[in-house]
């Protein structure tokens, strides 16, 4: 994971942030996050901006790491990145290794199964759009702060994706990151299936379906599991909200906020590429 965004805006909690995004991940899958590695892109570091993000970005990888039992196994740097004479954003990208006994305990990242319920575990979502892709979008800026991270929490959160996955509770785990909740749920129902969530926040939609704040993951489980992690977010201090159901109808429905046409979507998407490179 990396995200230059974050780290041009707060070279520390950036990279606080990516590490605890890509050992998030793994524990998505069920496997322990137990290592990381990373690639450091930065300009040239005889800029004292860029050399002071570059310690910066250091110290916030060191504490993410501390936090969450994911030593550094080894790495590289690599400097004098720049375009049209300006430096590069400070981009870590951390990967992270995890271990699972049994393979067949992993957990997928879309939804496998119409009537499973879905949740969002983990932290609450908070209000803010600082270095967020909505932002990126919307105003062509990269401005404001980068949510903040708890990293005991962050902690707490993987234990549990772990244990759950390792119980069988879990049918799919999907993080939320760049793009928000509402990113996070198009990939969750993958190409099969679709869902209709209930709105949970008295955010604003904007900030609801887009803020970016760390620490959380929609879940799906069978219904007659749906008290088990109920459960067990309680006893690990874990916030947990039911969202909706999957459905075999092929759209996203989130209240009245918006009804999405899941093929129609993965139309658009397959046409990026081809549309940049004139390609068809």
């Known amino acids: 994971d990396g995200n230059g965004r974050w780290c041009t805006l707060d070279p520390d909690l950036g990279a606080r942030l990516v590490v605890a995004e890509a050992a998030r991940n793994v524990a998505c899958t069920g496997a322990r996050p137990m290592a990381a590695t990373n690639c ?20 916030g990888m060191a504490a993410a790491c501390v936090a969450l039992g994911t030593p550094i196994s ?23 290794l995890g271990v699972i006994d049994d393979c067949a305990s992993s957990v997928r990242h879309t939804l496998g199964t119409a009537g499973d319920a879905m949740y969002l575990v983990g932290a609450v979502t908070r209000p803010g759009l600082g270095g967020s892709e909505y932002l990126w979008r919307t105003t062509g800026r990269v401005a404001g702060r980068p949510p903040a991270i708890d990293l005991d929490e962050e902690r707490r959160l993987q234990d549990l994706l772990v244990r759950a996955a390792t119980d069988g509770m879990l049918r799919s785990a999907h993080d939320v990151a760049t793009g928000g909740l509402l990113t996070t749920l198009v990939e969750t129902c993958g190409d099969r ?63 009245g906020l918006l009804d999405l046409d899941l093929d129609a979507v993965a139309e658009a998407q397959a046409r990026v590429f081809p549309s940049l490179f004139d390609a068809g």
């Open 40 to 59: 450091l892109n930065f300009g040239s570091p005889e800029t004292p901006e860029v050399m002071g993000a570059f310690s910066a970005t250091i110290d």
């Open 74 to 96: 080894g790495g590289n740097v690599s400097f004098y990145n720049a375009t049209d004479g300006q430096p590069i954003h400070p981009t870590p990208i951390v990967g992270v």
């Open 193 to 255: 299936l679709g869902a209709t969530v209930d709105v949970t926040s008295d955010l604003p939609a904007h900030q609801w379906l887009f803020s970016e704040s760390p620490s959380r993951v929609v879940v799906s489980v069978d219904p007659g599991r749906a008290e088990d992690l109920v459960s067990a977010c309680r006893d690990a201090d874990i916030a947990c909200v039911r969202l909706g159901v999957a459905t075999t109808d092929r759209r996203l429905i989130c209240g």
